[in-house]
């Protein structure tokens, strides 16, 4: 066993940790907050930093709370319930503030932040079965199961179906649940490698239904190959605001049911014009307002599960839904028709020099780039602005609350 070291968290970090220096050295210590005294013992050397667990709290922040739920700093999915919610947002602006300054974005507008209810608004958790078959979330760093009594951050729905689900799952499986805004809709989506024949997922699925009526559809993902719909309907019906939305399984969707109405509004809102491209489309959120106030919409998804649905739900006169990369689309459509609006709404990973490169060279007049990661976020930033672009306007908003993730809205101006 290492020794204990004593040291002053300075701030928080992307990833939920906090960070002090000690002998030296960074040290990254989770469930801390900025001007804490801590004892902790080294986990992980990395030679530069190094990674701690807490061991006590000499001094604890007036900002520490008691955290929500039973499984914090066991179940690996919420990082910030040690604190209130009004803290978790201010440390999260100063992230979000500081990763875009370090990568040399200067004279940045004021940020405005967006939250809404930070408990029960998940759409969507993913279980797994331990030895017994027991369904329950993964232990952190580990895994091992741990059964799930509750979750404060999931709609009612899905923690509780969690317990009335029939037991059908082998160790190591993993279920995906997905309901509706209304939780008046559920699917289900099997994670396995093993042969389920038509009939033994019937009657699973029969047993469950009886359980959980919301109960719509169950799909079946086998290792890389797309969801595949086993009983049931294929696709859950989605509303946000006035619009549904066909939502097939394994379709990428946003997690915070309370939060996409105003998301979709931020993303799309007050735009018009005679041509809107929306890449990385999904089942098309953005791309059906923008038809709406647009001459033309083109959305690009590469997706084989999104792009079904995207053609389901883009129907107005004068839509396309492209099966396409995005960088091959780029390159491709940036020859021809300049757009008025770019939306842009890329995995984790970011556009990317080559997609970021590309799209500068459109000179679209405007663009408006959702983000999951601040760091990438920050790097394709540089990029754009370096390529004749001003941000002019900076949303973070908290699709995620208590966990670390982070959502930014830039809206980007040719100058």
Same mark, same amino acid.
């Given at each position: 066993?290492?020794?204990?070291?004593?040291g002053?968290i300075?701030?928080?970090?992307?990833?939920?940790?906090?960070? !002090?220096?000690?002998?030296?050295?960074?040290?990254?210590?989770?469930?801390?907050?900025p001007?804490?005294?801590?004892?902790?013992?080294? =986990?992980?050397?990395?030679?530069?930093?190094?990674?701690?667990?807490?061991?006590?709290?000499?001094?604890?922040?007036?900002?520490? !709370?008691?955290?929500? $739920?039973g499984?914090?700093?066991?179940?690996?999915?919420?990082?910030w319930?040690?604190?209130?919610?009004?803290?978790?947002?201010?440390?999260?602006?100063?992230v /979000?503030?500081? =990763?875009? =300054?370090?990568?040399?974005?200067?004279?940045?507008?004021?940020?405005?932040?967006?939250?809404?209810?930070?408990?029960?608004?998940?759409?969507?958790?993913?279980?797994?079965?331990?030895?017994?078959?027991?369904?329950?979330?993964r232990?952190r760093? %580990?895994?091992?199961?741990?059964?799930?009594?509750?979750?404060p951050?999931?709609a009612?729905?899905?923690?509780?179906?969690?317990?009335?689900?029939?037991?059908?799952?082998?160790?190591?499986?993993?279920?995906?649940?997905?309901?509706?805004?209304?939780?008046?809709?559920?699917?289900l989506t099997?994670?396995?490698?093993?042969?389920?024949?038509?009939?033994?997922?019937?009657?699973?699925?029969?047993?469950?239904?009886?359980?959980?009526?919301?109960?719509?559809?169950?799909?079946l993902?086998n290792?890389?190959?797309?969801?595949r719909?086993?009983?049931?309907?294929?696709?859950?019906?989605?509303r946000?605001?006035?619009?549904?939305?066909?939502?097939?399984?394994?379709?990428f969707?946003?997690?915070?049911?309370?939060?996409?109405?105003?998301?979709?509004?931020?993303?799309?809102?007050?735009?018009?014009?005679?041509?809107?491209?929306?890449l990385?489309?999904?089942?098309g959120?953005?791309?059906?307002?923008?038809?709406?106030?647009?001459?033309?919409?083109?959305?690009?998804?590469?997706?084989?599960? !999104?792009?079904? %649905?995207?053609?389901?739900?883009?129907?107005?006169?004068?839509?396309?839904?492209?099966e396409?990369?995005?960088? !091959?689309?780029?390159?491709s459509?940036?020859?021809?028709?300049?757009?008025?609006?770019?939306?842009v709404?890329?995995?984790?990973?970011?556009?990317?020099?080559?997609?970021a490169?590309?799209?500068?060279k459109? +000179?679209?007049?405007?663009?408006?780039?959702?983000? $999951?990661?601040?760091?990438?976020?920050?790097?394709?930033?540089?990029?754009?602005?370096?390529?004749?672009? $001003?941000c002019?306007?900076?949303?973070?908003?908290?699709?995620?609350? +208590?966990?670390?993730?982070?959502?930014?809205?830039?809206? /980007?101006?040719?100058?």
């Amino acid at each position: 066993m290492s020794e204990t070291l004593r040291g002053t968290i300075e701030k928080a970090v992307y990833g939920g940790d906090g960070l !002090s220096r000690i002998e030296g050295k960074a040290v990254f210590v989770p469930y801390t907050l900025p001007g804490e005294t801590v004892e902790v013992r080294i =986990t992980e050397d990395k030679g530069s930093y190094a990674r701690a667990e807490l061991v006590s709290l000499p001094e604890a922040s007036p900002e520490r !709370s008691v955290p929500e $739920c039973g499984l914090y700093q066991q179940c690996g999915g919420c990082h910030w319930q040690h604190t209130n919610y009004a803290q978790e947002l201010k440390l999260k602006e100063q992230v /979000l503030t500081e =990763t875009l =300054t370090r990568a040399g974005l200067r004279d940045l507008p004021a940020m405005e932040t967006v939250s809404a209810a930070p408990a029960g608004y998940r759409n969507r958790i993913r279980v797994a079965a331990d030895e017994n078959g027991q369904l329950g979330f993964r232990l952190r760093n %580990s895994r091992q199961v741990i059964a799930l009594d509750s979750c404060p951050v999931a709609a009612p729905l899905l923690a509780n179906a969690v317990k009335l689900i029939p037991q059908f799952l082998h160790e190591g499986e993993e279920l995906e649940l997905f309901c509706d805004a209304e939780e008046q809709q559920l699917a289900l989506t099997l994670h396995t490698r093993r042969f389920l024949s038509s009939a033994t997922a019937q009657s699973w699925f029969d047993a469950t239904q009886r359980e959980l009526p919301q109960l719509r559809g169950l799909a079946l993902a086998n290792e890389h190959k797309p969801a595949r719909i086993l009983c049931g309907d294929a696709e859950l019906e989605y509303r946000i605001g006035a619009r549904t939305f066909a939502v097939a399984a394994g379709s990428f969707f946003q997690a915070n049911r309370f939060m996409l109405p105003r998301l979709v509004k931020l993303v799309t809102g007050e735009a018009t014009g005679a041509l809107a491209w929306d890449l990385y489309a999904g089942v098309g959120v953005f791309s059906l307002p923008l038809a709406e106030s647009f001459e033309k919409i083109v959305a690009v998804e590469i997706a084989q599960e !999104s792009v079904a %649905s995207l053609r389901k739900n883009l129907t107005q006169r004068g839509s396309r839904a492209l099966e396409q990369e995005t960088l !091959s689309f780029l390159r491709s459509a940036g020859r021809g028709a300049r757009p008025d609006l770019v939306v842009v709404d890329p995995p984790r990973t970011g556009l990317g020099r080559p997609v970021a490169e590309a799209l500068a060279k459109v +000179r679209a007049q405007e663009i408006r780039y959702l983000s $999951c990661d601040p760091a990438t976020l920050a790097r394709d930033l540089k990029l754009l602005v370096d390529s004749g672009y $001003c941000c002019r306007k900076i949303h973070f908003l908290d699709l995620f609350p +208590r966990t670390y993730h982070m959502e930014t809205l830039i809206q /980007l101006d040719l100058r």
